[in-house]
């Protein structure tokens, strides 16, 4: 199996109101050395399948699809080989 | 000035709803393959300081207390050194 990590983060051009808050937050915790945030998100998505160039393709396209809004958002990812059985035993432990 | 890039991810134990939906949505789109998603978040945390390991200290502490919730998610992070000058230009670049 493949899993794809993605991480999804917003144009530098794009003002982040979630960032400009949790940077507020932590000026009020006392931490006053925090001179910017910027949220995005970190996906994982796990492909059943050995293809590794396939797999590429599509991620690719679910990013400009899905997953990442292009107008504002730049996506980049990696794809790494992962053990099977590990995923397994986390996904069906109820089985 | 210090960049800290902060992963926070839920636990495995924890479902992830909104990665299932992103899941089933994916599997809409004709991507059978998809096994598994999981959604997280990746933040940056910019610090007007040169003194690593306090920076260490301030951001381990931020994503106990604030970043993170600690029943549900594990958080990691890793800091590198930026340059002042593009930070600045991207932020006050409507001055």
Known sequence: MLKAIIFITLKESVLDPQGVAVKNSLHTMGYQTVADVRIGKRLE??????????????IR???EKLLSNPVMEN???????VDESAICSSNLSGI
Chains 1, 2 share one sequence.
Request: net charge negative.
């Open 45 to 58: 998505v796990v492909l059943d399948t050995m293809d590794l160039q396939k797999a590429e393709e599509d």
């Open 75 to 81: 996506f980049t990812f990696e794809i790494e080989e």
């Open 61 to 63: 396209i679910m990013c």
